[in-house]
């Protein structure tokens, strides 16, 4: 059996998640369908990670193990595309050294968010409209910038347990307003179950006026845990980029 690598893109507002699930259309069981049907044969894909439903990716990884002889990969790729449905698109197909999971092999991913204030833009489709009153840019970016560096993320996720004890090194890619246009790109070395959508949640709670800054600091660090409810609209979400050692 050998070990194959493919980088995917998506448009995760017409499904219902990243993850198969029985009945519902997911972006991992259309891939999982037409290559099945392309290979002859049941393939099971490993995902790099499990998007909620509406998220997208530019740039997804999954893995799976496949009997020779695949003598062109290329062409393969070719063919896998010409099945998929438009909104999903395999950029890069290449095979790997035994051992490669897409999930566990990697260190990192890279997520961005997008939303625009006050104008929305149609031709912005991963852009999520933000639907307030009043909205503080620079109250938004103070309360981005808390987050940044090595911290107890226990009260941004929903995920119940963690081996690690909730502890993620979180970068600040970039931070762009681009006339009401806003696009926030972040990196760490593990995401968590809504942690993108609870930290951009509870940022814009703050450039709202309903969290200040230092409550917002408080729910980092804490002794106890008390999960934010705020999730963003899953329609602003992309993965950008896996990270793997190079």
Partial sequence: MKTFKAVIAYDGR?????????????????????????????????GAGRTDSGVSARGQVVSFKASPPIRDLEKLRYAWNRLLPKTIFCSSLEEKEDGFDAR????????????????????????????????????????????????DFKNFTTKKEDKDN?????????????????????????????????????AL??????????????????????????KADPAGLVLEEVLYER
Avoid: C, W
């Fill in 104 to 151: 566990h092999s990697s260190i990192g991913k890279v997520y961005s968010y997008s939303f625009s204030y006050p104008e929305r833009n149609p031709l912005n489709a991963f852009e999520s409209p933000l639907a307030v009153g009043s909205f503080d840019y620079s109250l938004f970016e103070k309360a981005i910038r808390i987050y940044e560096g090595k911290h």
């Fill in 205 to 230: 709670k703050v450039a709202t006026g309903k969290f200040t800054l230092d409550v917002l600091a408080s729910y980092l660090d804490a002794s106890q845990r008390k999960i934010l409810s705020f």
């Fill in 14 to 46: 017409l499904y219902e998640g990243f993850q198969r699930q029985p009945n519902k259309e997911t972006v991992q069981g259309v891939l999982e369908r037409e290559l099945g049907q392309l290979l002859g044969k049941k393939v099971l894909l490993h």
């Fill in 166 to 202: 909730f502890i993620r090194t979180l970068r600040i890619v970039s931070l762009r307003n681009d006339g009401g246009h806003i696009r926030l790109v972040l990196s760490s070395n593990g995401f968590m179950t809504y942690m993108v959508r609870l930290l951009v949640g509870a």
